[in-house]
């Protein structure tokens, strides 16, 4: 390692997903393959809308899944393939992930030269990320945070394998990643994150990838919200009988769909009042939050309000939770045109 330079190690290869670059790289082959136009987004503000290219033009901005590669590998796919990084060699990818292990209320920085990956390494953008410490509303966080921490590192092969399809096999021509770890960020510094994004969001060359999962739900994720096909929606406990109408993977499915409406809607207030009003467990909700906020700064300038407008295309679970002792975590894919 030459003087200067500080490696962030793939420290969740070989346990969340392959160390081996041979098999990864075949893994990510076979996952994008699996996905071919046309696409049908399934959002509730986007159902039935027809995608007839991969990727889509002008989609700079994807949400895409974190979790181990067994489990959410084949839904990012459908992100990842949608994204549209053809005018990022002149700039850079933006890559946001929550915080899991580290208590933070604003945003915090990597002060990493490179992230490692079994396929490769990524170049992190040091005069972007001094620039964004500059501003006051970023901090540092330390090599054991940035290591620690797996939302960001789980999208790292994947954005790894679409540069290298669009730039070539040279790493030397791909765009510098900004990775950007957020944290428990009220809806005020969400806002204030988001206006210092909105810059380089309104810049075409800038890529986006946002890291969420969708709803954690069962006893050992302290979410048990449930929604009867009639009255008022409860909390089950351990000693609830386990509902049939719906059955609970349902009442699931309808809550998380509800949150990605209001993620399609585009207004960051919506977003945040769904999340508020049935407490889903998005774990990237403030990641996303910043988004939206920085989609509305860019929308003030902009000629269309259907600027930065996310639709979803792929909607999974790792498992179908039938008990109140069951648990599940959902996966949700979604584009946005900026």
């Known amino acids: ?27 990510l082959d076979g996952w994008l393959a699996a996905v071919d136009a046309p696409v049908t987004c399934i959002g509730p503000r986007s159902e039935g809308e027809q995608v007839q290219q991969l990727p889509v033009p002008g989609a700079r901005m994807i949400i895409a899944p974190h979790a181990g590669y067994s489990y959410s590998g084949p839904a990012a796919a459908w992100a990842y393939k949608a994204w549209d990084v053809s005018k990022a060699n002149r700039k850079k990818v933006f890559l946001l992930g929550p915080s899991h292990h580290h208590y933070l209320t604003k945003a ?3 002060r990493c030269t490179q992230y490692a990956t079994p396929i490769g390494n990524l170049t992190v953008d040091r005069e972007t ?20 921490e797996h939302s960001l590192e789980m999208h ?22 900004v990775p950007l770890m957020i944290g428990n960020t009220s809806p005020s510094t969400e806002k204030a994150l988001g206006r210092r994004l909105a810059p380089y969001l309104a ?32 909390d089950l406990t351990s000693s609830s009988r386990s509902p049939k109408e719906p059955a609970i993977h349902d009442s699931i499915k309808t809550v998380d769909f509800e949150s990605m409406g209001a993620c399609e809607s585009g207004s960051h207030d919506e977003w945040l009042g769904q999340l508020e ?31 930065g407008a996310f639709k979803f295309v792929r909607y999974e679970r790792s498992s179908e939770v039938k008990r109140v002792s069951d648990s599940s975590v959902s996966y949700a894919s979604a584009f946005a045109c900026v």
């Not at 620039?131 to 509303?137: K, R």
């Not at 075409?204 to 739900?217: K, L, Q």
């Not at 939206?292 to 259907?306: L, N, P």
Request: charged share 20%; proline share 4%.
């Open 156 to 177: 790292l092969p994947y954005i790894y394998k679409m540069l290298s399809r669009t730039f070539g096999e040279d790493s030397a021509h791909f765009p510098p990643l």
């Open 277 to 307: 009003d049935t407490g889903n467990t998005v774990c990237g909700r403030h990641p996303i939050g910043v988004m939206m906020a920085a989609v509305e700064e860019v929308r003030k300038g902009a000629a269309s309000q259907g600027t």
């Open 1 to 27: 390692m030459s003087k200067g330079q500080t490696i962030r190690d793939c420290s969740h290869a070989g346990s969340w997903y392959s160390d081996s670059s041979s098999k990864l790289n075949a893994e």
């Open 129 to 148: 990320t001094a620039e964004l410490h500059a501003t006051g509303v970023f901090e540092w966080m330390s090599h054991s945070v940035d290591e620690q």
């Open 203 to 234: 810049d075409p060359s800038n890529a986006f990838v946002i890291s969420s999962d969708f709803a954690h739900w069962g006893l050992r994720f302290r979410y048990t919200y449930y929604r009867p096909s009639t009255g008022t929606a409860v």
């Open 108 to 110: 915090a920085l990597s």
